[in-house]
């Protein structure tokens, strides 16, 4: 249950076992957490009944210690949330992974009524998913804010760039003006938002993946201000290497001399 959403979770016992050992070598001390180490499968009786009972309390104490601050990757993917709190579904087959068929944007506010529903407001934007005909049913199906769901059709308006108006459209666009002497000659009134809609369109189709414009250069990895998470999971490491050199400093030279720095004032930082 993250941010008013919940969903279900499917673990063998040895994917606990693996969520344990990831708790306690990234986040947690075992004397802190006061977590019983939980047992190997071949331990526990054979049919299982002191299975569930186990894994509930296991999870009882786990939620009255965890916050929302964990970042740890691999418990974050163990638990399906990125690092916003959103869920993260990396299944190929799971509906936020389904390619958009089309772009539109909300022309009229709705409220979800149901929980397969989507709710959104006026300007938002939708990745629409499935678009059955409005003849057969006024439900489309659609992406929005990492949610899948559906919405009425009428509440939204397609994004698209037709370069040939029907002359319905012509009409709508073109602006009657009077001249001095009385004269009406239509002119056009220029509609900016089809080309920006084709635009963008295409560049969200033909945009390069983040591994390539780090292969590029043109995507560098940030050096302050990184996510732990997101740091561990690119490099590979289960401590950053950073204060595995400064343990180790500290370690080699002393409490006293092993700090290397104590406040931005250069005298301080040469008499150390």
């Known amino acids: 249950h993250v941010q008013g959403r919940t969903w ?7 994917d606990f076992q693996v969520l344990d050992s990831n708790l306690h070598r990234c986040i947690f001390d075992r004397r802190f957490s006061q977590l019983l180490e939980l047992p190997p499968r071949r331990e526990l009786p054979s049919q299982g009944q002191l299975l569930a009972p186990l894994l509930s309390r ?36 799971a509906s936020i992974n ?25 300007g ?6 499935d678009m059955p005909p409005r003849e057969d049913t006024s439900w489309w199906r659609g992406k929005h804010s ?27 666009i073109k602006l009657s003006i009077t001249s001095p002497h009385g004269s009406n000659f239509p002119r056009p009134v220029c509609r900016r938002h089809g080309k920006l809609a084709g635009l963008l369109r295409s560049f969200m189709a033909s945009r390069p993946s983040k591994q390539r414009l780090r292969q590029r250069g043109i995507l560098r990895e940030r050096v302050f201000g990184t996510d732990l998470g997101e740091h561990l999971l690119d490099s590979g490491e ?35």
């Open 8 to 14: 279900s979770v499917l673990r063998s016992y040895e």
């Open 58 to 93: 296991y999870l009882k104490a786990l939620s009255g210690i965890v916050d929302s601050n964990i970042n740890c990757g691999p418990i974050l993917n163990w638990m399906e949330i990125d690092n916003h709190g959103n869920r993260l579904l990396v299944n190929e087959e």
């Open 98 to 122: 389904v390619p958009a068929i089309a772009a539109a944007h909300v022309i009229k506010r709705y409220t979800a009524q149901a929980p397969d529903e989507l709710s959104f407001e006026v």
């Open 124 to 129: 938002d934007i939708v990745s629409v998913i």
């Open 146 to 172: 990492f949610q899948v769901g559906f919405f009425p059709s009428e509440c939204v308006q397609l994004i698209t760039d037709n370069k040939n108006p029907s002359p319905a459209a012509e009409g709508d």
């Open 238 to 272: 289960e401590v950053p290497r950073v204060l595995v050199s400064c343990a180790q400093f500290i370690e080699k030279f002393g409490v006293v001399d092993g700090i290397y720095r104590l406040s931005g004032v250069s005298s301080n930082i040469q008499k150390l």
